[in-house]
């Protein structure tokens, strides 16, 4: 599981500046997710009025947390996990399409990045800020319940089985990408074709910035006690590129002296201990990209510059080495760069 922070779009505004956009450029924001959302559009040449696009934003948004908030009881997946059966369960076709890539990166990630973690998230209080560090036997009883392998998904109909029926699904990794997907889809659909989306630091550009400029997004150096702008992307391409960043520097916690990352490995049960300390995505579908910069941060620096270069992925990696932060860009982030 990866947790959200609002540090991509801190990085952005130090790029777009707090001024007043400019009269074919506005900007719409507000709470969503259990974050924020910042909208960038360019409106020259945009006949739906702003008050629409503003009243489908908020709706598009009200109807993805209707299906995938773990944090809402009456939400489709919530219901999903409070059915302990082996039988197959009818899940809509939004679902079925992110358990497939989650499936996916799952196998191709030699299982660390896996969407039945939360037991675990839960138990080391990452996901109500009460940390804490548990016992050996209090992982292992949970690490049987663990493991996309216990899900299974038809590859035809929009349905899954639980192998085990204690099993539990969390879609939050990939659901913000998701869901700046969708938004982006739907700014298409209202004739917006200018536009930065962004949820949590999650973000998806198109076209240009309302000068004709390509929109700039920038990376955050990973360090925990400062917030310092480490390094710019200009966004080159206007068909459309998901922007996603995850890091283990904003999310730990420190107990008699070691540090515990957010990110944990479902195999062990504990989180992860390597160097890597910031993945950044570049992709043209935003899920993809949001479940593969888990992924990638989960598995650590070596293992995840060999993944980025058999995926062929558009992938910057910041890591430790010795006392001083090295840069890895695979070939093809260097090659659209």
């Given at each position: 599981?990866?947790?959200?922070?609002?540090?991509?779009?801190?990085?952005?505004?130090?790029?777009?500046?707090?001024?007043?956009?400019?009269?074919?450029?506005?900007?719409?924001?507000?709470?969503?997710?259990?974050?924020?959302y910042?909208?960038k559009?360019?409106?020259?040449?945009v006949?739906?009025?702003?008050?629409?696009?503003?009243?489908?934003?908020?709706?598009?948004?009200?109807?993805?947390?209707?299906?995938?908030?773990?944090?809402?009881?009456?939400?489709?997946?919530s219901?999903?996990?409070?059915?302990?059966t082996?039988?197959?369960?009818?899940?809509?076709?939004?679902?079925?399409?992110?358990?497939?890539?989650?499936?996916?990166?799952?196998?191709?990630?030699?299982?660390?990045?896996?969407?039945?973690?939360?037991?675990?998230?839960?138990?080391?209080?990452?996901s109500?800020?009460?940390?804490?560090?548990?016992?050996?036997?209090?992982?292992?009883?949970?690490?049987?319940?663990?493991?996309?392998?216990?899900?299974?998904?038809?590859?035809?109909?929009?349905?899954?089985?639980?192998?085990?029926?204690?099993?539990?699904?969390?879609?939050?990794?990939?659901?913000?990408?998701?869901?700046v997907?969708?938004?982006?889809?739907?700014?298409?659909?209202?004739?917006?074709?200018?536009?930065?989306?962004?949820?949590?630091?999650?973000?998806?550009?198109?076209?240009?910035?309302?000068?004709?400029?390509?929109?700039?997004?920038?990376?955050?150096?990973?360090?925990?006690?400062?917030?310092?702008?480490?390094?710019?992307?200009?966004?080159?391409?206007?068909?459309?590129?998901?922007?996603?960043?995850?890091?283990?520097?904003?999310?730990?916690?420190?107990?008699h002296?070691?540090?515990?990352?957010?990110?944990?490995?479902?195999?062990?049960?504990?989180?992860?201990?390597?160097?890597l300390?910031?993945?950044?995505?570049?992709?043209d579908d935003?899920?993809?990209?949001?479940?593969?910069?888990?992924?990638?941060?989960?598995?650590?620096?070596?293992?995840?510059?060999?993944?980025?270069?058999?995926?062929?992925?558009?992938?910057?990696?910041?890591?430790?080495?010795?006392?001083?932060?090295?840069?890895?860009?695979?070939?093809?982030?260097?090659?659209?760069?």
């Amino acid at each position: 599981m990866k947790i959200k922070s609002v540090y991509g779009w801190l990085s952005i505004a130090l790029l777009l500046g707090c001024q007043p956009p400019p009269p074919s450029e506005t900007a719409l924001s507000g709470e969503a997710q259990g974050t924020t959302y910042h909208i960038k559009l360019v409106m020259a040449g945009v006949a739906t009025p702003l008050a629409e696009i503003r009243r489908q934003v908020s709706g598009t948004l009200a109807d993805i947390d209707a299906q995938l908030s773990n944090y809402r009881d009456d939400s489709a997946i919530s219901r999903l996990n409070n059915q302990e059966t082996r039988e197959w369960l009818p899940v809509s076709p939004e679902i079925s399409g992110l358990l497939r890539i989650a499936q996916h990166v799952y196998e191709r990630s030699n299982g660390c990045y896996d969407l039945t973690v939360k037991p675990l998230f839960d138990l080391w209080g990452f996901s109500r800020h009460q940390n804490r560090v548990p016992d050996g036997q209090e992982i292992a009883r949970l690490l049987p319940h663990i493991g996309m392998a216990l899900l299974e998904i038809d590859p035809v109909q929009p349905r899954i089985r639980k192998k085990d029926p204690l099993l539990k699904i969390d879609l939050s990794s990939i659901a913000q990408g998701y869901s700046v997907g969708v938004l982006a889809q739907r700014l298409d659909a209202l004739g917006v074709s200018n536009y930065l989306v962004e949820i949590g630091g999650e973000m998806v550009v198109k076209g240009r910035k309302s000068n004709g400029k390509d929109w700039r997004v920038g990376v955050e150096t990973p360090t925990p006690l400062s917030r310092e702008l480490g390094k710019i992307l200009d966004i080159t391409e206007q068909r459309g590129t998901a922007v996603m960043t995850a890091g283990t520097y904003r999310h730990y916690f420190t107990d008699h002296g070691k540090t515990y990352s957010h990110i944990i490995n479902p195999k062990t049960g504990r989180p992860v201990t390597h160097h890597l300390l910031s993945v950044t995505v570049l992709h043209d579908d935003p899920a993809w990209a949001d479940a593969w910069d888990t992924a990638l941060l989960c598995v650590g620096e070596a293992e995840a510059m060999r993944i980025a270069e058999a995926e062929h992925l558009k992938v910057l990696l910041i890591y430790q080495q010795g006392q001083t932060l090295a840069e890895y860009a695979s070939k093809a982030f260097a090659a659209g760069q």
